[in-house]
């Protein structure tokens, strides 16, 4: 598996706030340390009472700074010289204390003094009970740090510590790591409405026999995320896969190719760009069963087949229809292939792959071929390749 670090050279200040979320803030660390981000955390006296600094310490492998008055500092301006270093400052879990101090500008400690001086981004992920969070309060003061251009990550909703459910908790570790990686990578889609197709399609023979493919969907879900990074509204018709849809791109689940024709044509006219990812059935079962087929009725079942509709080439021939890319897994003769499967459809773009070289893995290998010919990517993780690629769709 190729490796790959998002967050490779990036320099992180991460601040806790007290609250029982800063717990998950240990595995924030761990997690951004293996992205290849250099760490630096800040906590408040609060957040002492919940996690150790020595936890911290361990995990970013470097001294955590908690006081103003700290002497590790030559000119003891640690909030000057922590906050210039940095590439961002990341509150997570951000209380509500914390977001309405910030919001009066307070400086009150190193924390927050350090936010006060800063000169780089600021993004704050809150932790907080329901009601203090949906507190008027609390949502003017929000308000506010948005206006102010602060980044808010979540909060997310589901039961707190409290026992109470609803918004207020803090997104998971993963998700803000994603929400750190999206915010550094280039918004080269801004604006632009993304919908894509992904994973394989199951065509039924009887209701639990079927034709389908051994694709995974992990190309199409990583192009998906890397749309949505480079700052799309993305939109995903996806087959049966067991992948998690990327954060902040809408999945609609189907099943069988005309459930995707459907889906896809239903929406195709409002999307700026069109990828199709997804391994999609030829053929369909004409005279699929609606019971269960038993081998004691005697003979083989005839199974008759009829075409599917080609998906991709229906949406690049609608009149001022978007911009099209298509996929192309060959097992040989990849280049001739492609384009020929390209000047079929009439599309502008067109990735291959051949199937050994990383059908159904994490790591991939993809040419691009467009009319002016082949462009070769080096081989690397899927994601990194969807990043490339959809470089390549905004250029």
Known sequence: ???????????????????????????????????????????????????????FQALSGQSVFASQWDERMPNGMAHIDLSRQADCILVAPASADFLARVVHGQADDLLATMVLARACPLLVAPAMNRQMWENAATQRNVTQLQADGVHILGPACGEQACGEVGAGRMLEPEEILEELIAFFTPKLLAGKRVLMTAGPTFEAIDPVRGITNLSSGRMGYAVARAARQAGAEVTLVSGPVGLVAPGGVDRINVRSALEMHAAVLS????????????????????????????????????????????????VAALDGGPFCVGFAAESRNLEAYAQTKRRKKNIPLIAGNLIQDGFGGDDNTLILFDEAGAHPLKPAAKSVLASQLIEHIAH
């Open 267 to 314: 929406r195709a006219a409002s999307a700026d760009i069109f990828i199709g990812v997804a391994a999609v059935a030829d053929y369909r079962v004409a005279n699929s069963a609606e019971h269960k087929l038993k081998k004691d009725n005697g003979g083989i079942p005839p199974i008759e087949l009829v075409e599917n509709p080609d998906i991709l080439a229906e």
């Open 1 to 55: 598996m190729v490796m790959t670090m998002e967050l490779q050279n990036k320099r992180i200040v991460l601040g806790v706030t007290g609250g029982i979320a800063a717990y998950k803030s240990a595995e924030l660390v761990r997690l951004l340390i293996k992205q290849g981000a250099d760490v630096q955390v800040a906590m408040t006296e609060g957040a002492m009472r919940f996690v150790t600094p020595l936890t």
